[in-house]
Each structure stands twice: as structure tokens, then as C-alpha cells.
């Protein structure tokens, strides 16, 4: 189904739009929205085990500013700040399950002061966009597979799709990863086949924090500047992107690979918008809007024949 | 302990840090006359606190019925592109084609009536069972673009005296704006509370299956939230819009549903539906503009605002989450 | 192998289990039988460690063991069945069968392996049913089979099945006991939830009653006859005629009628008739339909079959708004979740039937709430300080009458009533049948069920008797009486 839209979508802009099938315009698809690409791979672990992530976008905002005031005012090297920065966000991504699993609060709620206090400590550090010089992120921009022909594919790309391949792996071979599914289909279920149901909450917000630590980062390394309003909104996207995917809202049924569709089709929409020079770029909302819409409602009109059958 | 009132915990709270804000920065409290009309910082607050205020009023409702609405900004974005686009039918933009003076009643009258439509969609898609986060996404996301798209992405600024007004007049000596958010939210309590529709939708938010069992009509309670909190949105869009003279699409509302929401958690609304206190978000609403307002007075930057904010919302859950009430009795009692 | 001697469970305020005991010998199925609220699900849970327990024992091959979760008791070997399937839907029969305990190589799930042993384990069960399936893609019976096949997987030793049979056809019943049957031989103790009489004297060896959290009744299946079994299960000796006399004669007006009313896999087709004054009962054992029966009068569940007629007006596709206007109310069985409305006031619980049946647009003033709240809690003797209290604060009984009172302040002609005294305390209960007394003789009529056939004998002029989704006889006038209706309800033997 996604598939489908995505091919027809792809399809449709390529015989409009010259150059449009071109290996550039596609390897730029992962390259230009690999920042989104990776809060969707958490936000899909979320989702899928029945939650919901709101403090994704902020997360990321607040890495990205926090990198770049280590980098050039702590003069701390990058691989420091990158492995004081994780376990940040492994931190606070932990809290939040902590909370919902505890204190059975509503995932919305806490993820939303989440949002509000990662944007906050992110303005608190600096509402400055600071730029970064560093030759070591540099030499990590050059760090891109050449497919000829002046194409590349970008660093930002790469760590994407190993963080797809790893979470495609680790839903699908661990124990970890089949209780996630278990408890989105029925947290109860999961609980009496003596699964451990709040384990794997804290760490699927734990996993979903540290995705938002490294688009932060991802932020930083492509700007080469950190700004406290960066993935303003990303949450959104990221939730777009899960649902177009196919992945159930309710939990328990979808994969990372349909978000993976679900980013592309996110990206040939913002594409298709920038190669029509007359179509402004609010379609894109209303567009991934409409879709988002479409599809909540599919799932809803399909969610209860399987649970007839 | 006597038990306190629903209202009284965020009540306290409001006044504990008016007289502060008093102490520490004497004339905060006063009030003076000014050309005709009242001002000071007070007054001031009341007038930031509107457009959170409005919204607060419909999340109330909405959460009550144990859902929740995502898209009021949006929706706030929608009715003042609405609105300045009726008023100047700028080129570029759908209004384009409209020409004369319009009436005020059209003005003001058809982007509440849109807002209102879209409140009513949500509210169908929750009726529906559609869950209420997924639902409201859906708007809030394409909502802003479709503002955008009313407005070419523009600022369209208006010079409109009449439109303005709603945002800067004053009347009887106090900014329009705060008669507007005390006409709704006396108009939204009286057709409440004076009416058995409050009941209703407690009950709707408290148990789905037990109201249907006594035959309330809990789809028809769930559109009807939805769209009193779409029209609200709808009012607060056009005095946003009506305070910088222009319509934003980009900026106007921004964020203000977490505020909203933040504030009905504060007065004591239950986050998972049920019982719902007006007056308590009312309270909450000008506690948060309170907060806001004495962080940046005091030099703060406005960026704290947000980390109490979250801390406050937390805070606020973990007192009403009953596994957190167990533990704290227990230690007490231990 | 596994005797449990003396166990009790305390929750705040009731006793569910108290000094009960039970023994399960290798290669045995024991039955464990009685009503709702009898204990037998706090016992299951008490064994399987989901509850902590209050006081006795729980020896496991002559060892004391201290089971502390589900998990824990299934190392212990002891796996339980519940009837709301424990298993996840959205995963394959595979994984449902090893998840938890799967094989790893490298630390990744074998799935290979997983899918060998998903189907040695169905092997041993004698079914076919793909590893690779979807579990929510198969039939009730088979998830079932699955869920038994999971339990093997974990060595389980005493297999515990809570209401197996429950949503379950004919085949499938057969299916399911020719393959417990098979694990009996195999030395497997289990233990076999159930209200269907039939079912045990097919399936089971020796059968344990359980009545208001003790043991009511130890017996040998082949000692045992079903009308000795169900007067165990219901607290009564087949003896004493009992007379109702108190019952006052109802007029000739029929005020509801059904033809024929009936839904798929819940309740056969059903016809009666209603009177003016009159109550009529319902009796049968639990899951005989009663509790259907009332909810398809309701419109609380759509009927896919049968009319019904109220005051001679036919209602058509009922809904409960639809049937509320036509005068009727109802006071559910399941009071937690479809009776009280948590975090609202005792006054807005007590109100809200009649308001709603006012509209919202014309609200009772708080003042003339306050006067009919008050009025109620008087009269029925609701314990609370005043009308303000959250109703979750209440006792059960307490709330159970304020549902009650919800429904006699709007004056319905037919009222509802599912298990109406079940949870209230032996005044409450005398008060409450003779207010249904005293409204009957006003006019009201009332539709009754009761797991307690003293109960149905002391309040109702006619009782329907049900038995396994079937309406199986009406009786009354000298005709009812406990002999006769036991009689009719075990007869459901073969």
C-alpha cells in the first residue's frame, strides 16, 4: 500500500518534472532528510511498542546547540562531545519511560514537558546560532561513498541507513525487539507471558533519546553550526512518516522498513514541491497532512476486520 | 487537612506569586488610569493571557471528554488568514478576487464559522474512534499549511480600524481583548453549567460504556467539544490577529496547544478525562502568563519559562497519578 | 504433585479466599466450578503468582513453593490459559509459542530453531497450524491450541485453563478435549475452569466447588450427580419447598414482548413476554445467557435476530438511549466498568439517568438534585457523608445502590436488574427485595437475574430457566420451586 503510493507518487513526479530520475535527486532523498530519517527509526520503536515520542524534535534542537558550545567554547574534541552527548540522551529518554511505566502518565503528556524542557535548556544554552569549525568534522564530511559522476552518498546517509539496518535487526531477531511488538499489541498479554513490559518501555524512550541526539548532531555536522531552533517540529514529520509507513498508531503491527517508505514518500513530496517552482512549499504540509489523514483513517477502517477475523 | 477545593491549589499558587512579583518589583501590582483606560503590569498580564486562555477553555472540554486537540493553533492560524484575507484580499491568495468594503459581520463571523467547521472535523474523526492525537495531528499539521496557503506566505497586514480595535481597543476602561476571553468564558460555563451538558461530557470522559448504558448521546458530546474549542481557537486567532494588525500564518499560535493544555493540567482537569474544573484553567491560564511574565521582567531569559513549565506539568501529573499519591501516603503513614 | 492446603486472599475489606483447599494428581483434570465472585479466579491468579497470597500453602511435588509472577510460576512449571487470551495477535504462531525463551545464536533469535520447536510442540498436540501464521488470524479455537502449545513448549507440568470452552463451537470443544484428553495420558495434571456442566462429567475426573471464597464441595466426578453438583455451586439442599407467597399477581398487560430475539455466539433465540407488576426471573448457571439475555433487551448489544415490542410499540434497532425512552433501565452485572462513572460525585453518578433522559437542556437544578440525592441516600441507606463524595471512594455495595437509585428516581416501567444484590450486605439485600416488591406492586415490572435460585424463588412470580445459551423452560405457579428449576439447570448434562 505504501509501496504503492510511494511508486505512483515517485512515478508521477518523474515524468512531470525533468531530471527528476536522476540518482542525485534520490541519493538526496536520504541525504537531505536523513535528520528526520533517524528520529523515524525511534519514533517507530515508540510507536510500535504503543507510545509516543513529542521530545524527539527538541532533543535534537538541544544536542545540536549543546555540540557545537562544546566544541568551539569547551574546545572539547567531537568524539567527546558525541559520547558525552548519548548517554544524555539515553538519560533523558529513560526518564520519560521511567514516568509513563511508574506512574502509568500518559506517553503524550510526558513526552510533551519533555519537548518543552529539551527546547528550553536548548534556548538556555544559547539562541545564537554558533557556527562550528572543527577539522575533524570536516574530515567526517568526506566521509561519503562516491557513486560517479560527481554523486555522492552523503555520511549523514550512511549512518541512516545503518541505523535502519540495526533497528530492522534488532526488532526482528532479539527479545527485546518481539516484546516491543508484544506489548503494542497488548501490553497485558505481553505482561502474562512474563515479558518484561517496563524494561523494554524505558529503553525503547531510551533508544528513541538517543535517535534524537544524533540528528542533533546530524544537524550540527551538515550546518557546521549549532541552533537551539533546530527540528522544530520534527516530532511531527517523524510521526507523519511512521503512519504513512504503516506502521499501526495503536502499536504492535508495522516495521521501520515502511517508515523508511514513508520518509521517501515525505521526501518526493518536498522535492516534487522544489522542482515545480509554482507550487509553494505550504503544500507539502497540507499534502503530508492529507496523507497523514488518509491513512489514520484506512487504518481505522481495516483495525477492526482483523480483529473480527 | 481540610480538603481544598479544586480551584483553590492553582489559586494560591496565582496569588503566592503575584505578591512576589509585588515584593520584588513594587508596582507591579498597581494599577494606573491612562488616557481613559486602566494600565499597568497586571492588566498587562490579563491582556498576554487571552489567546491561552480561550484555548485552555475548549482543551478543558475537550480533555474532559477524554480526548485531546493538537490543532487549535493551527486552527488560530486558519481564522486570522480568514480574517485579513476577507478584510484585504491581497493578490496571490484565494480572497484575491473579492472586492469592497467587507462587512464586519463577514469579518469576523466567517473565519469563526471555519474554525468552528474544523473543530466539528476533528470532532468527527474522534466520534468515529479515531484516537484523539492521531486525529487533531492530522490538522495541525495540514492546518498551517492551509493558512499558509490563504495567505500566499505572507504577513498580510491590514490597516482596518474595526479589526484592529478588537486587539487594541479598550472598553469601560480595559482592553477589549480581556472583555472578549470573560464573554466566552462566562458564555462557555453558563451553557455548561447551567445546562446538563457539563455532566455529559464528565460522564462521556469517565466511562464511554457506562454513559452509554444510561443513554447519553457520547458521539454527539464528543463533536460538540470539539467544535466549542475549534470556535474558540477561531476567536483567539482573530484577536492575535487583530494585536499585531496582520495576519501570521506562520507564527500565530505556535506551540499555544501545549500551553493550553498545560494550563487545564494546572487547574486540576483530569489528563485522562472525566471531571473538569473551568474556573481551575481559567486560574492556570494567568498563572502561566503570571510565570512568563515575571521571568521576563526579573531579566530571565524567556527560555526558563519553558523548563518550568515542563517541570510544573510533570510535577502537577505525578500529584494526580494515584500509584504517586500511594507511594506518598505510604511514606507518610511509614 | 500439586496440594494446596489453607489458602486465603485478603483484598481491603473482603475476604475473597479463605482456608481453601485443593490437590491435583498427575494424569488427573479436575474441574473447578462456582458462580461469579466464588473465588475461583483470585485462586488462579494466587497460584500462578500474579496475586501475592495472605496465608497457606502451595506445594509443588511435595516442595513448598512461593510462585512470585506469571513468569515465575511457568519455570516452576505451572501454566495457565486464560480465557481472554494471554498471547499477542499481531505476532506469528511461532513466536507466541518461544517468546520469552527462545534460542539464540549470537545473541539474535534463532527463528529456525523457534519454528522447529513451535511445530514439535503443535505436533504433540496433534494440529496443523502454520508457524509462520499470524496468531490474530486464526480461529479462537486454534489460538487456544496455541496457547496450550505454548505452555508445553515451557514443560509445563500442571496446565491451568481458565474457561477454555467458552467461545468455542461444538468441533472446537471436541477438538480441544481429545487433546487434553491426550495430555492426561501423558501424566500432565490440569485444571479445568468452567461453569458448563456437561463439559465435566465428559472431560473431568474429580471436581472442586468453590462458593464465596471457601470449598463448597469435593467430589469424584463418577460419585457425583449434577443436581448434587449445582446445589453445591448455589448454596441450597434439595429439599425445603419453597413458597412465594409474598409474590403479589401482576395484571394482564403485556409491557414488553420478544419474539425471537437473539445474536450469534451469545444467545439463542429467545421469546417471551413481559407484565405489567410482574417479575420475571432469570435463572441458570453462569454463561447460560442470562446476563445476554438482559443485554440484548438492553440494545447494550445488537440483536441480529428477533423483534421486540414495548407497551405493544415495536422498537426497532434498539439501542440503550432508544430502549431508556421506551421506559426502560438497566443495572448491569459489570458495576466497575459499566455501571459507576470513577471520579464523579456520588450526586452526578445518582442523577444521571434521569438527566439524561431530560436532555441537556433542561437541567435539573442543584437544589432539586440535592432533595432526590439526599432522598436516596436515606432511603436506601447509601453510606457516604453526603452526595459529593467520588462514587469510587464507596464500598461496593454502596455504589451497587447508588446505580439502583439511579434508575428508580426516573421512574422506569421495566427495570433491568443483573446480579442486583450480588455485593451488598445481607440488610441491603432484604431492602432491596422488598423496594422491588413494593415497585412491582406499583406497576413497575422488573426482569431479574440471580446466581442465587432463593433469591429469584423469594422475588419473582415466573422465572425463565436458560441453559447453555437456550431458553429451556418457563415456570411458574406451583411449578416453581427450587427441585424443579435445579432439575431443569443440571439437566444439561448430556
Redesign the interface.
Known sequence: MTLAVFLGLYAFAGFRYEGFFSLRVFLGFLGDNAHLGVVAIGMTLVILSGGIDLSVGSTAGCSCIAAALLIEKSHLHPLLVVAMLIPAGVAFGFTQGYLISKFSLPPFLVTLAGLFFCRGLALLLSTESIPINHPFLDSIKQLRIPFGGGVYFPFQAILFVMLLVAAGIILKFTRFGRTVYAMGGSEQSAHLMGLQVARTRNLVYALSGICGVLSGLIFAITTASGNALNGQGLELDAIAAVVIGGTLLSGGYGSVWGTFLGLLIFATIQTGLMFDGTLSSWWSKIATGGLLLVFIVLQRVIQPRQSRS | MKRLGPTSVPLIGLVALLLMNAALSPGFLAVTVRDGHLSGSIVDVFLRAVPVLLLSIGMTLVIATGG?DLSVGAVMAIAGAVAAGILVHPAGTPFANISGTPTMLAVLGIPIAVAATAGAFNGL?VA????P???T?????????????LT??QIVTFTDERMSALGNGFWLGLPIPIWIAAACALAVFVLVR????G??I??TG??E?????????NKGIKVFAYLVCGLLAGVAGLIACSDIKGAD?HNAGLYLE?DA?LAT?LGGT???G??FNLAGTIVGAILMQTLTTIILTRGV???????????L??GV??FQ?P??RAKLTREKSA | MLEITNLSKSFPGVRALDDVNLSLKEGEIRALMGENGAGKSTLIKVLTGAYPRSGGQIRFDGELINPTSPADAQRLGISTVYQELNLAPNLSVAENICLGDEDRRYGMIDWKAARQRSISALDRLGIEVGPNKLLGSLSTAQQQFVAIARALDRQARVLILDEPTSSLDADEIKALFSILKRLKDEGLAILFVTHFLGQVYELCDSITVLRNGSNAGDFSVSECPPDQLVSAMLGRELTAEMSHASVAQSSDEVVLQADKLGRRHMVGQLSFELRRGEVLGLSGLLGSGRTETLRLTYGAETADTGRLTVSGKPVERQTPRKMMQAGLGICPEDRKTEGILPGLSVRENLILALQSNRGWYRPLSLRKQNDIVNEMIAKLGIKTPDGNKPIDQLSGGNQQKVILARWLISNPQILLLDEPTRGIDIGSKEEVKSLIARLASEGTSFLLTSSEIEEILEVCSRTLVLRDREMVAELQGGELNEAKIMEIIAGGKA
Open positions: 485531546v474523526l468515529a474512534g479515531i484516537q492525537i492521531v486525529a495531528l492530522a490538522l495541525m499539521v495540514a492546518g498551517r499549511g492551509v493558512a499558509q496557503l500566499n506566505g447551567k445546562s446538563a451538558l455532566l455529559f464528565s460522564a469517565a466511562s460504556r457506562a454513559s452509554y448504558l444510561v443513554g447519553i448521546p500564518s501545549l493544555i493540567c483530569s489528563m485522562t472525566g471531571r531569559s524567556l527560555e526558563a519559562t519553558l523548563i518550568t513549565k515542563a517541570v506539568v510533570i501529573c505525578l497519578s500509584v504517586f
